[in-house]
């Protein structure tokens, strides 16, 4: 059982920055993959970047160029660097885990992950 709690939501002006965290704990997260997930008001759950156990890391097209994903193993914590925040990015931010291997293009399915945290709001005007 992997709990993961997630913080550094809020809001912001368009072209900002935010880094949301998600702490780790009840398992050993080097042994899972942990995914950043979000989901609009009104609209369904999208994956957006994942780190494989590995080190081995995607990130969705659409936000490649201003979001960053990284892991830090000592502290168990799966960050997301968001720069040029526009309005479109307003929505609850959630990390996932999972124990199980999957083909890379379902890393980005909310499917594809058993544990996830409660989620932080980011507001974006």
């Known amino acids: 059982q992997v709990q993961l709690v997630e913080s550094g939501g809020g809001s912001v002006q368009t072209g900002g920055s935010l880094r949301l965290s998600c702490a780790a704990s009840?398992?050993?997260?080097?042994?899972?993959?942990i995914a950043w997930f979000r989901q609009p008001p009104g609209q369904e759950r999208e994956g957006l970047a994942a780190i494989e156990r590995d080190g081995d890391t995607r990130t969705k097209d659409s936000v490649k160029d201003r979001f960053t994903v990284s892991r830090d193993s000592a502290t168990n914590t799966l960050y997301l660097q968001m720069d040029s925040l526009k309005p479109e990015d307003t929505a609850t931010y959630f990390c996932?885990?999972?124990?199980?291997?999957?083909?890379?293009?379902?890393?980005?399915?909310?499917?594809?992950?058993?544990?996830w945290g409660q989620g932080t709001q980011v507001t974006v005007s």
């Open positions: 996932a885990a999972d124990s199980y291997y999957r083909a890379p293009g379902l890393w980005f399915l909310p499917k594809s992950y058993l544990w």
């Open positions: 009840g398992g050993t997260p080097s042994r899972y993959r």
